[in-house]
């Protein structure tokens, strides 16, 4: 499948990005590792007038400040994610997520930012930044806006990114105290396969009392985005995540979500998954704070 013709553009300064964003617009798009956007292109399913790559732009690498969390920039590689020694201790859910991707050579190449730009409902990155509150950073010729990761995936592959935006950066607030957060996902496949469903939880307890502060749960591939589960998270605070505790909350995540039928799994199988996936990463938060 050949490519359509297309002129590639490679900015130096995010300040001649932002510029020919702000000038192509819709004509253009932004080329970050290209593992989605070159199929997309081969299928015809976008035919920009202009690539613009990124590779070139200061807009890859992992910070960490205890005090004021966790910084990726959108060129930032799914491997540096799996491998980054501050991601496995502080934001152990990223890792998992990143290590779940494709393949080597797939991590290699893809970003954080296409990642959460492509907005695929099966996604692995958004659940476990959904739990950990993150919030994307995009920058255009107009200056920059902080959106929480749950407003800026708005649907099916829809984002409320503009067309002269690019997403700069990728911000997780420090983690909660004496919480541990937590992710997988559930394929028919060990690697380079499409979720059927996927589980991320974060969870604090509070030393003094041993019950569940705060709880956030998020479930990927079962609704156009990565869900959170309201009352399942409201049923968990302030009790002592116990295992009855645990199952039950379990059960009420496989009743939140709203998956469909496909080719790769019914419905009810997709719900009997959560649940599983729920308990599974529930039990080992908490077993890790302990
Ligand atoms: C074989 C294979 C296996 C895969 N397996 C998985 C998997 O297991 N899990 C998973 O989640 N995904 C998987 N993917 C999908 C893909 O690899 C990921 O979504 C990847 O993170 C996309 O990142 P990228 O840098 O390659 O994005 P690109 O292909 O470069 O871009 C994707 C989209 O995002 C836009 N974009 C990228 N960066 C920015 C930015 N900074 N600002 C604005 N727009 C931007 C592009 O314009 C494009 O529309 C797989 C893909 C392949 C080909």
Redesign the pocket.
Known sequence: MSLPPFEYLAPTTTADLAGLLATHRDKC????????????MAEKI?RPDYVID?RKLP?SGIRYEPGRGLTIG??TT?EAIERSPEIRRFYLALAQAAG????PQ?RA???????C??A?P????PPPLVTLEARVVLTSTRGSRELAIEEFITGNRQTA?QPD????CVRVPDPWPHSACRYSPFGLRAA????IASVAVNVAVDPATGAVSKARIAMGAVAPFAMRAPQAEAQLVGKKPTSDVIDEIAIQCGRECRPIDDLRASASYRRHIVGVLARRMLRDAVAAIA
């Open positions: 798009r932004v080329l970050a590792g290209g593992t989605d956007l070159v199929n997309w976008y990124l807009l959108a060129a799914i779940q991707i494709g393949s797939i190449m893809a970003t954080i930012g296409g990642n730009c492509n695929s099966c996604a692995d990155m990114i935006e690019f997403l700069e380079q396969e499409i979720d």
